[in-house]
Nanobody, 120 residues
Framework: QVQLVESGGGLVQAGDSLRLSCVAS????????MGWFRQAPGKEREVVAR????????YYAAYVKGRFTISRDNAKNTVYLQMTSLQPEDTAVYYC?????????????WGQGTQVTVSS
């Protein structure tokens, strides 16, 4: 069993930056890939970024590539999502997740989510 707790969401203006954090407990953190997902009102949940357990490889969805950066600190059991140049369309609940495999977005565990709201 893994517990995930996200933080760092909030209300920002277009063009601002925000960093989300997700602290994991319950398993050896470096053994598993992690991902960030988001869900906007009325839309399906979508993947934002993924990172291998070692942190050596990352993947980004096209709609955030170049603006968002996923990283992890295995000593702190924490994965981060640095978001820059935020736009109103980035408004969503952001979730971190433990992935079954790095190469896909099958999720074994979800966090509770943190709201990000970007005003124009």
């Amino acid at each position: 069993q893994v517990q995930l707790v996200e933080s760092g969401g909030g209300l920002v203006q277009a063009g601002d930056s925000l960093r989300l954090s997700c602290v994991a407990s319950g398993r050896t953190f470096s053994n598993y890939a992690m991902g960030w997902f988001r869900q906007a009102p009325g839309k399906e949940r979508e993947v934002v970024a993924r990172i291998r357990g070692s942190g050596s490889t990352t993947y980004y969805a096209a709609y955030v590539k170049g603006r968002f950066t996923i990283s992890r600190d295995n000593a702190k059991n924490t994965v981060y999502l640095q978001m820059t140049s935020l736009q109103p369309e980035d408004t969503a609940v952001y979730y971190c997740a433990v992935l079954r495999f790095y190469t896909n977005s099958v999720v074994d565990y979800w966090g509770q989510g943190t709201q990000v709201t970007v005003s124009s």
